[in-house]
């Protein structure tokens, strides 16, 4: 079993910036897929960003060339930098893992961030 844990959420006023963070432990795993998701109220859970294996990101739309994914191996941790954000941007953000050695993906608990206007 893997667990993810997130921090890092608030609120910040549009064109702010936030930082989150996901620490995965557990079992012995090789990490094939780390990243983010979110979902707003009354909407579908969406990708937001997401590292392959390899390193190469994967970003929506909607955030590139605001966001910006990264993960550092060693700790088995994934971070999301977010600049100029807006209120569109509120949501509540998961950790996604998918990885070699354990069955599944997991998703961390979920953290809030809200852009206020």
């Known amino acids: 079993q893997v667990q993810l844990v997130e921090s890092g959420g608030g609120l910040v006023q549009a064109g702010g910036s936030l930082r989150l963070s996901c620490a995965a432990s557990g079992s012995r795993f090789s990490i094939n897929v780390m990243g983010w998701y979110r979902q707003a109220p009354g909407k579908q859970r969406e990708l937001v960003a997401v590292i392959i294996r390899g390193g190469t990101p994967n970003y929506a739309d909607s955030v590139k060339g605001r966001f910006t994914v990264s993960r550092d191996n060693a700790k088995n941790m994934v971070y999301l930098q977010m600049s100029s954000l807006k209120p569109s941007d509120t949501a509540v953000y998961y950790c996604?893992?998918?990885?070699?050695?354990?069955?599944?993906?997991?998703w961390g608990q979920g953290t809030q961030v809200t852009v206020s206007s």
């Open positions: 996604y893992l998918d990885a070699v050695g354990v069955p599944g993906a997991y």
